[in-house]
């Protein structure tokens, strides 16, 4: 049975959280309840223990709550967290990473996928820090069940009332249908760029900020795949969950892919591999001279290539980042590199390709192209998983 953690904050749509716990137990979902202490004056923690016949958790200092630790084990149980209603002030802490009572310590604490559900005021909605921290969270891949528009508890008529409740439950089915949805399989994802060290001070990289290898990581653990992300040096936190690789080089890079390949049914290809390393690495730092700076570079191993010459049935996602021709470079390198599926995109746009939050792209496999429009390289990550799976399960599945 999935178990859901509903998160309650303190707003007059409290109660329609009753109704949603509800809803999804008879959905079959084991509903357990966290509130925050403003919630509780809305509606009381009884009324929820009664439907969920769970304890209630709101204060994680009270006795009773720390003989399991109990934001640890309900968040490790989870497999959602949905906040409904939530308010302005637990979006914020949420988005800001505060950790002052049960509900939001638990936020910190889950793994799980989070689905929030905000009820605010019109202009509370419409302030530039809601919409921030809102953003902030679909960036990091919280999902947002939109609040709708109508008359509001104040009286104001706008956008803000939170979602009606059967829109709420099956946002949360969505995610936990989708959370099995990869279960049993066993992905390897690629990220980052790749340095060639030229001497122990300088490199040739490029600007691969390893976003998309990470979301689409994070995406397949979500849905419950076994998952390897092989990536290049990046700035961001390794995502938990997932078995982590950190490599420099392509030759690093091409070591640690063919090594695992294996071991796993479907290999993405998200990083910017180099194309090309400096023939020699200097052991010391080379010294300036008044001519030029002569780099021999000598190709690295195509390691995409190389798995879509021998792949059997595992299946092969590549990448194409095109400045130009998008479409028909694309195209080619999918043929030539024997891919599944190609996700191309361009770079060298405003919000698009390398260092952004967000990316466009065109998924093409041999039954044609879909455009996805400018998104959340989280969004855009469930695309391409979506398309793997429609496209897996026509093919014979690897034993
Ligand atoms: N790739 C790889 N090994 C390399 C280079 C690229 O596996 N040495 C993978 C990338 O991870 C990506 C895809 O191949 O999935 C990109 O294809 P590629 O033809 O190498 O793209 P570009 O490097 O952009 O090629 P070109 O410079 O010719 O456009």
Redesign the pocket.
Known sequence: MPVVVLGVTGCIGAYKACEVLRELQRASVDVHVVMTAHATRFVSALTFESLSQHPVFVDQFELGSNSDIRHISLADAADLLLVAPATANAIGKFAQGIADDALSTLFLATRAPVLVAPALNVNMFEHEAVAENLETLRRRGVGIVEPGSGYLACGWLGRGRLAEVPEIVQAAMDVLARRQSMAGQRVLV?AGPTVEDIDPVRFVSNRSSGRMGYRLAEAARDRGATVILVSGPTALPPPGGVDFVPVRS?EQ??QAVSSRASAVDVVV???????YRPARVSDVKVKKSDGGFPLEMVR????????GQAKGALFL??????TDHLRE?ART?RRE?NLDLLVANTVGQDGSGFAADTNAAVLMDADGEVEVPLTTKRALAERIWDRVAELRSRAPVKA
Request: aromatic share 4%; hydrophobic share 55%; no cysteine.
């Open positions: 690629t392509a890079m091409a290809m998200a990083a910017a591999v180099s194309d690295t191993p195509d390691i995409l290539r190389g798995l996602v590549g990448f194409a980042a095109e470079h390198k590199k």
